[in-house]
C-alpha cells in the first residue's frame, strides 16, 4: 500500500488513534501551555462535574474546558508548522501565531463567561 492509499474501517481508525496519541505526546512534551491547560482541566473537570446541578449544566460547565484543550492543541499545530517553515521573523508568521493566541484567550474568556452564568444564575 502506497502513503496516498487511504485506509478504511478499523485500519483507519488505528492510524487516526496512533496519530491522535502522537499528537497528545508531542503537545505534552514540547508544550508547556499544554501540559499547564491539562492541569487545570484536570481540576476543572471534576468541579464542574461536582457543581452543575443537571446533565446540561454539567456539560456547560465541562465543554469550556475541552475546548481549551481542543484550541490549544490547534494552536500548538499552527506554531509548529509556522516554525518549520522558518524561524526568521515574518509579519504573516507572527501574525498566525498572534491569531492562535487569541483564539486560545477567547476559549479562556468562554469558560468564564459560562461557568459565571450557570453558577450565578442560580
Do not use: Y
Request: aromatic share 6%; net charge neutral.
Amino acid at each position: 500500500m502506497t502513503e496516498r492509499e487511504k485506509l478504511q474501517g478499523l485500519g483507519r481508525m488505528q492510524r487516526a488513534f496512533a496519530s491522535s496519541a502522537k499528537g497528545f505526546v508531542g503537545a505534552f512534551r514540547d508544550e508547556q501551555a499544554f501540559r499547564q491547560e491539562l492541569l487545570f482541566a484536570c481540576l476543572t473537570l471534576p468541579l464542574g462535574m461536582w457543581l452543575g446541578h443537571s446533565g446540561v449544566e454539567r456539560a456547560l460547565l465541562v465543554a469550556p474546558v475541552l475546548l481549551i484543550l481542543i484550541v490549544e492543541l490547534l494552536n500548538s499545530a499552527i506554531e509548529a508548522t509556522v516554525d518549520r517553515i522558518g524561524l526568521e521573523r515574518h509579519e504573516l508568521a507572527g501574525l498566525a501565531k498572534d491569531i492562535g493566541s487569541a483564539a486560545v484567550m477567547l476559549s479562556f474568556i468562554l469558560l468564564g463567561v459560562v461557568w459565571l452564568l450557570v453558577l450565578a444564575g442560580r
